[in-house]
């Protein structure tokens, strides 16, 4: 399993190193900075041991660009504004939750977002999965390495406490596949457009969340093919 840390337009470079630096703690090293501000001696400063991290670092202009590339199976976002059961696109899972998911083989990358601002709604539409802190109504945002620092301890702590063989799971392409068969499904259910868009996006949620294997992918798509080829359209 290959973790990306992605920092998405950091704002101050002091948080980059502090963000290298609890990366560090918890074995992660790849570092990847999306459009970020000028990299100043600050955050080999602050990264302290993890100036490597800083260094190894690599910067796109774009997320899409930084996807496409590395062929990420998984997309995690991070999310200090968590929605309800009615807002759809922020329904999110806890770190507690991401860690005991994640004992598979595959490119994965961890959204952070801007300080302040965090990721666009653009942004977490393209996550599969959700994730946010529980925190104090008072004072709900964090700082994006203390924040950095509970979700990497989840991961590292059950990558410990639950040995287990690394599965296959379901690349980027098999799972866009899948996506799609489903929403070509939905689109053939009559839904108004605001009702189908949050069933797609429940979809692709779930079908993230789920890490599913190689195997389970093909039987999947098949089962998908044959549905979507008896369905007739509301037209029809």
Do not use: W
Not at 28 to 44: F, G, Q, T
Not at 89 to 118: C, Q, S, W, Y
């Amino acid at each position: 399993m290959k973790i990306y840390t992605v920092f998405v337009e950091p704002k101050t470079s002091g948080n980059i190193g502090f963000l290298a630096r609890t990366m560090k703690n918890f074995g992660l090293k790849k570092l990847v900075l999306i459009n970020p501000c000028e990299l100043e001696n600050s955050a080999y400063y602050q990264a302290s041991h993890a100036r490597d991290v800083v260094q190894d670092a690599k910067t796109y202009d774009s997320l899409e660009e930084f996807i496409e590339e590395h062929e990420i199976t998984t997309i995690v976002g991070t999310t200090g504004t968590a929605g309800g059961s009615y807002n759809i696109p922020r329904i999110p899972i806890t770190p507690d939750e991401l860690g005991k998911k994640m004992h598979v083989d595959g490119n994965i990358a961890l959204l952070f977002g801007r300080e302040g601002e965090g990721l666009s709604n653009e942004e977490l539409e393209l996550c599969d999965i959700l994730v946010t802190i529980p925190t104090s109504d008072e004072y709900p945002i964090m700082n994006i390495s203390h924040a950095a620092a509970i979700i990497f301890y989840e991961i590292y702590k059950n990558q410990k406490e639950y040995p287990i063989e690394n599965m296959d799971i379901a690349s980027f392409e098999d799972k866009n596949v899948i996506i799609d068969l489903c929403n070509e499904i939905i689109s053939k259910l009559d839904y108004p457009d605001h009702k189908r868009k949050n069933v797609e996006i429940i979809a692709k949620r779930i079908i993230g969340r789920a890490f599913i294997a190689g195997r389970e992918s093909k039987t999947l798509r098949g089962t998908l093919k044959r549905i979507n080829v008896r369905i007739k359209t509301p037209e029809e």
